[in-house]
């Protein structure tokens, strides 16, 4: 039975672990809550660091879950600028990495997140190459494009994924020139596939944006600690005044590691293995948002989800566990993303070799149109582009893996929640 004398510790201060402390104090727990964040940075939402707020459209404030004095008001202890280094599952402590001090849990979550990938290369301890992960990050990418937009300099990404693009975007409103690498044929390749992907590479070229698959950077040269050019393996060698790395992110497994968790192979994304209620190998420690590997009952894999919704769901559905309620975490997978004039919903998980047909439905052309990847009828997922409030039908045909004719499907005029059986 939960009371006033336990203790719940939350590592990691993003979306997921504000959440999940606020799910506490909204379902009656009147315990211990600490929330420790290794930022300096109030807890915050990570998509504005690539769209509105990397754009100068929103303003810094309007990132954060909640406003600063909101934490005090909950009696929510706020450890910001502290990590965490061990976990001792014996004693039920934690370990701050500053001082040594050790805190008391009853029930630890772990929302740690992802890191971005770095490149192994000559030439990233260059000035001139960012990532874009915190708001630290999107701080300093922020004033660099202003920059490069404003001296007409140019900015090579490493990377075709929704970051990548996102910023591509983002260096070509402000006026930068910008070259993409990439190593797949197509941007969003292990999201999308060909067919799709195809379409976001024509988006952006329109706007400027200069493509080179299917090779990989080399190099990064540079003098006087500035990047000057970036090179790849085909020999090709690229100006440069700053460089992305957008490759992706790995798990913050470190601490779950260290405290002898089970982990989830890298076929399933990596990640501390959780089962339905988001509970760890350890009964009294869970993890959720991006660090979380969760079986999924829709697609009968684990899957790890490194986007907004995950930990925007998935921090209450652990912090409810915690508190011993029935919790079954089977959200579909969901993200969205704005590109210039073009706006997408995704839901589902379809990665590529997984599905049989690509239904469109609309006019792939106007970009206005639905996708859908079907496997034997079923609908995997779904992509609506510039078209809007179709979220939950989509969801709905992904959750009844009803067998779904492709003509009623790509039909406009058959609605899709007629198809729902």
Request: aromatic content about 8%.
């Amino acid at each position: 039975m939960v009371d006033a004398d336990q203790t719940f510790v939350i590592v990691g201060g993003g979306l997921a672990g504000a959440k999940a402390a606020e799910t506490l104090r909204t379902e009656g727990f009147t315990g211990r809550v600490i929330l420790i964040c290794d930022e300096r940075d109030h807890p915050y939402e990570r998509p504005p660091l690539s769209k509105g707020y990397l754009l100068g459209k929103e303003e810094r404030d309007s990132v954060f879950v909640h406003e600063p004095a909101w934490y005090a008001q909950n009696d929510i202890e706020l450890h910001l600028g502290q990590t965490v280094d061990a976990v001792d599952r014996a004693a039920k402590t934690v370990r701050f990495g500053e001082d040594g001090t050790l805190v008391h849990y009853d029930k630890l979550l772990i929302v740690t997140g992802a890191e971005p990938r770095r490149l192994d290369i000559p030439g990233t301890d260059l000035a001139g190459v960012h990532h874009l992960r915190r708001l630290a990050h999107a701080d300093r990418l922020k004033g660099v494009l202003t920059s490069l937009g404003r001296d007409n300099g140019h900015l090579v990404i490493a990377g075709a994924g929704w970051i990548g693009l996102e910023v591509a975007a983002a260096a070509r409103e402000y006026g930068a020139e910008v070259t993409v690498i990439a190593p797949k044929p197509t941007p969003l390749h292990g999201v999308l596939g060909p067919e799709l992907g195809n379409l976001f590479a024509e988006l952006h070229r329109e706007h400027g944006v200069r493509f080179h698959f299917g090779v990989r950077l080399t190099e990064i040269v540079g003098q006087d600690g500035m990047v000057l050019a970036a090179r790849t393996d085909d020999g090709e060698e690229y100006p440069a005044h700053g460089v992305l790395a957008a490759i992706g992110a790995a798990p913050r497994i470190s601490l779950a590691e260290g405290a002898g968790l089970a982990l989830a192979d890298r076929a399933h994304g990596g990640g501390i293995a959780v089962d339905g209620r988001l509970r760890t190998s350890d009964p009294d420690i869970y993890a959720a948002g991006d660090v979380a590997s969760f079986p999924h009952p829709l697609f009968g894999t684990r899957l790890r989800v490194d986007h907004w919704a995950n930990a925007l769901n998935g921090g209450p559905a652990a912090a409810r566990a915690m508190l011993g309620k029935d919790v079954t975490y089977d959200r579909v997978p969901y993200f969205f993303s704005d590109q210039y004039d073009l706006g997408m919903e995704y839901s589902g998980w379809a990665p590529p070799g997984s599905y049989d047909e690509v239904v469109i439905r609309g006019d792939a052309g106007k970009r206005e149109f639905i996708a859908f990847w079907t496997k034997e009828g079923k609908v995997l997922a779904g992509m609506n582009v510039n078209v809007w409030d179709v979220t939950e039908p989509i969801q709905q045909l992904i959750r009844s893996q009803a067998q779904v004719d492709s003509e009623a499907l790509a039909d406009p005029h058959v609605p899709l929640e007629s198809l729902v059986s």
